[in-house]
């Protein structure tokens, strides 16, 4: 287990070292999808960098158990108490039964993952199935104080419970204005205060979804299920506490406060956030028009894309920004990385190929030292692509006759490539996995050689130009053929 890691911490608003409670064991909890539709890209960005996170938690030697959780029960269209049900209001439409659409969804939600080639938490719980854990948490909150029932619904008394603890510690924001900005009371609304947000909800007749409770039948809060969760599988405090930025405001905030009101302790020492997607300067909306789903850009089928783009080239243009950065989407900037990937991917290929020498002078030792350094540096992705760069500089020339390695650096060289891209970033390489492509043309360049060694040049140049038309690019060297995608 290594020390020296700096994560930036949402609650203090600054970096600090990561100091586990109890190592090498981390706890880490990110908010998963709520699977009453297809999984979109924001959340996509969100798991795949606290996947990169997981992995190299465990590359430093730490014994991580990570919880992310499937929402599928509780969340209201409005996220403020109001509106319909979204998983009845999608199997009304879909003709389908409530676990139906969930089943649908959290099949593909775990199919886009698998794309990606993200590693699965150590525990997946689902809402549904922890409705007796919330139910006495709820019950917890409301014998400490913070918590009112009023017919059959049970909300959170953040006033009462902003005279003993911080409630906007998360974002630091003004709870004044909050209130002022919160629209006022209607006649009919039973909430005692402005900000006041459901624990437990009055079931309507017509509720699909709905259990037993003390305060009569209905379905918990959309916060509730993370905060009774997370204490469950990793303890009323734990290490880090992770999601999209979008969550900070509202969902993380109440957390806080639930799990403050029924443990007298903050749940998380390490709060982290990742960012924002744009698209071409303009944030990813539904209503802008602007979002497509995985599928759509791995398809290519959708009016801002002039191509599809494959998922490890998608993942790879999300490790290019940090995680904390705002993303944008662009036809040219998945070009560029379409690129970058297919370059260092070669570079991994011709590793094998490279023959050391007695001496050789490569330095490898200090790129090594440098991505470590980097990802130390609250997981600094784009620094350790900018070092495997140097790498693949390194591989290509060697290859080329124009740089010499002995067989302990190419040993360290095929180690750094294996930590870093495999391990660490989970990339993989799309085209290595297509055994029967390998050896059509593995064949094909058998045949050119032997038509170069007959001095049948026609034939050679050929097979170059049509292999070259395909998106196929080959590269003469002392010790053979070696081929990439253009």
Request: proline share 3%; aromatic share 10%; hydrophobic share 35%.
């Amino acid at each position: 287990m290594k020390t020296g890691l700096k994560l930036y911490n949402t609650l203090t608003r600054k970096k600090e070292v990561f100091i586990p409670i109890n190592p090498p064991n981390v706890g880490m909890y990110v908010c998963g999808p709520t699977v009453y539709s297809d999984v979109h890209l924001g959340n996509c960005r969100t798991f795949i960098s606290f996947d990169l996170i997981f992995r190299y938690l465990k590359y430093s030697g730490y014994k991580v158990r990570y919880v992310r959780n499937i929402t599928d029960a509780g969340h209201l269209e409005g996220d403020r108490d109001e509106g319909d049900d979204k998983f009845a209001k999608r199997a009304k439409l879909e003709q389908l039964e409530p676990m139906e659409i969930v089943q649908k969804y959290t099949l593909g939600f775990h199919e886009v993952l698998r794309l990606f080639n993200t590693l699965p938490p150590s525990i997946e719980p689902t809402a549904t199935g922890h409705i007796i854990e919330q139910i006495e948490m709820i019950k917890e909150i409301i014998a400490n104080g913070y918590a009112y029932e009023a017919d059959g619904t049970v909300y959170f008394d953040v006033d009462k419970y902003s005279k003993t603890y911080n409630y906007t510690i998360l974002t630091n924001r003004n709870l004044e204005d909050m209130l002022a900005n919160t629209r006022e009371l209607g006649g009919q609304d039973q909430k005692r205060g402005r900000l006041d947000f459901a624990l437990w909800i009055k079931a309507k007749p017509e509720t699909l979804m709905k259990w037993v409770s003390p305060w009569g039948v209905g379905f918990p809060g959309w916060h509730i299920e993370c905060s009774a969760m997370s204490a469950k599988y990793l303890g009323q405090e734990f290490d880090i506490h992770g999601g999209g930025m979008d969550l900070a405001a509202t969902h993380h905030t109440n957390e806080i406060a639930q799990s403050e009101a029924c443990n007298h302790v903050q749940p998380a020492r390490y709060w982290m956030h990742t960012n924002m997607l744009t698209v071409n300067g303009a944030r990813m909306s539904k209503s802008a028009g602007n979002g497509f789903l995985p599928h759509e850009l791995f398809t290519g089928k959708h009016p801002l894309l002039v191509k599809g783009f494959s998922p490890m080239t998608v993942k790879f243009f999300m490790l290019q920004a940090h995680y904390r950065s705002t993303l944008d989407f662009s036809n040219e900037a998945l070009d560029a990385s379409e690129k970058g990937f297919r370059r260092l991917m070669n570079a991994v290929n011709l590793l094998d190929k490279l023959v050391p020498t007695v001496t050789g002078n490569i330095g490898i030792d200090d790129i090594t030292k440098n991505c470590i350094k980097a990802m130390d540096d609250d997981f600094n992705s784009p620094v350790v692509i900018a070092e495997l760069f140097e790498a693949v500089r390194i591989i290509n020339s060697v290859y080329d006759g124009k740089t010499t390695v002995d067989k302990d650096e190419l040993e360290k060289l095929k180690q750094l490539m294996q930590d870093f891209v495999f391990e660490i970033f989970g990339l993989k390489d799309e085209d290595s996995s297509n055994a029967e492509l390998n050896a059509v043309l593995e064949m094909v360049i058998d045949i050119r050689k032997t038509a170069k060694e007959n001095k049948d040049y026609a034939t050679s140049d050929k097979i170059r130009v049509g292999l070259q038309q395909m998106g196929i690019q080959l590269k003469d060297s002392k010790e053979g053929t070696n081929w990439s995608k253009i």
